[in-house]
């Protein structure tokens, strides 16, 4: 039974900086691509970034390009999302989603069997 649990969200001023991480569990995390998409208030979810199970691809949102950065540790099982010069409309829920196959990064929400639970991050201005 595969497992997503999200954390690091919070609240941060306008500009500040966040680290969000998504712990696996339930199969060999390396196998699988993993990505981030966030939900604000009244808003559809949206894709953010995604990266391949190797971590040798990646691809983010262009909302969010040279911001933020998604990196995974297949030692740990964890995946990674880097969150600088946060604005405020980056205020969200985060989710984590697991894909079935490696090798693709697709910005679908329904190429996603997996999700964790989320977590809010707020940035104030």
């Known amino acids: 039974q595969v497992q997503l649990v999200e954390s690091g969200g919070g609240l941060v001023q306008a500009g500040g900086s966040l680290r969000l991480s998504c712990a696996a569990s339930?199969?060999?995390?390396?196998?699988?691509?993993m990505a981030w998409f966030r939900q604000a208030p009244g808003k559809e979810r949206e894709f953010v970034a995604a990266?391949?199970?190797?971590?040798?691809?990646?691809q983010h949102a262009d909302s969010v390009k040279g911001r933020f950065t998604i990196s995974r540790d297949n030692a740990k099982n964890t995946v990674y999302l880097q969150m600088d010069n946060l604005k405020p409309e980056d205020t969200a829920v985060y989710y984590c989603?697991?894909?079935?196959?490696?090798?693709?990064?697709?910005?679908?929400?329904?190429?996603?069997?997996?999700w964790g639970q989320g977590t809010q991050v707020t940035s104030s201005s």
């Open positions: 990266i391949t199970g190797s971590g040798g691809s990646t």
């Open positions: 989603a697991e894909h079935d196959r490696a090798n693709l990064l697709i910005p679908r929400m329904n190429a996603y069997n997996y």
């Open positions: 339930g199969r060999t995390f390396s196998r699988y691509a």
